[in-house]
T-cell receptor, first 109, second 116 residues
Framework: RKEVEQDPGPFNVPEGATVAFNCTYS??????FFWYRQDCRKEPKLLMS???SGNEDGRFTAQLNRASQYISLLIRDSKLSDSATYLC??????????FGSGTRLQVQP | DAGVTQSPTHLIKTRGQQVTLRCSPK?????VSWYQQALGQGPQFIFQ???????QRGNFPDRFSGHQFPNYSSELNVNALLLGDSALYLC???????????????FGSGTQLSVL
């Protein structure tokens, strides 16, 4: 079983839609979680950190549920420019990031 | 201020050959990590270097080795290349103590390695 699992998608949504991604993790020792965005064959870029109390940044909201060991990302009012792969990432005391395989989002006009 | 730079951007090798990839960290960063990203997968942690020593290693065979120089730049070496080594190799740099300074983790644009 992978440490971080995501639905690969693709999620095809129209502009303006709200879309949510979930991610589950198996290592309860994971300390921190993040969502990264990756455009086609480019480097991953940090989108936002994820906290148990929830974290909102404009149209993006991230949530961590430690009891159920899942992380979510909500994107409201989707834009064409949101089309990308979204990577769920965990950080453990090993100082290494554990990436999920990514969820592909395609926002359509 | 240059970010993380990697070279070369693309590389084609044949099975059995050896390859060296290079990474210069962002100014002020002293820790370099390497990741392998196969097509359709997320990046997988290879190893991390700090103070010229390998500090942490992922689940990769000994064919994968690295080095960090006094100026904090780093090299990734892969021996006896296999077809399955074809991937995007990403370098990431940070300041000491990733857990406390994660927001300062920067990725380079990667080296695309194709093994034929």
């Amino acid at each position: 079983r992978k440490e971080v699992e995501q639905d690969p998608g693709p999620f095809n949504v129209p502009e303006g839609a709200t879309v949510a991604f979930n991610c589950t993790y198996s290592n309860s020792a994971s300390q921190s979680f993040f969502w990264y965005r990756q455009d086609c064959r480019k480097e991953p870029k940090l989108l936002m950190s994820v906290y148990s109390s929830g974290n909102e940044d404009g149209r993006f909201t991230a949530q961590l549920n430690r009891a159920s060991q899942y992380i979510s990302l909500l994107i409201r009012d989707s834009k064409l420019s949101d089309s990308a792969t979204y990577l769920c990432v965990g950080l453990t005391g090993r100082r290494a990031l554990t990436f999920g395989s990514g969820t592909r989002l395609q926002v359509q006009p | 201020d240059a970010g993380v730079t990697q070279s070369p951007t693309h590389l084609i090798k044949t099975r059995g050959q050896q390859v060296t990839l290079r990474c210069s960290p962002k100014s002020g960063h002293d820790t370099v990590s390497w990741y392998q990203q196969a097509l359709g997968q997320g990046p997988q942690f290879i190893f991390q270097y700090y103070e010229e020593e390998e500090r942490q290693r992922g689940n990769f065979p000994d064919r994968f080795s690295g080095h960090q120089f006094p100026n904090y730049s780093s090299e990734l070496n892969v021996n006896a290349l296999l077809l399955g080594d074809s991937a995007l190799y990403l370098c990431a740099s940070s300041e000491t103590g990733l857990g406390l300074t994660h927001e300062k983790l920067f990725f380079g644009s990667g080296t695309q390695l194709s093994v034929l």
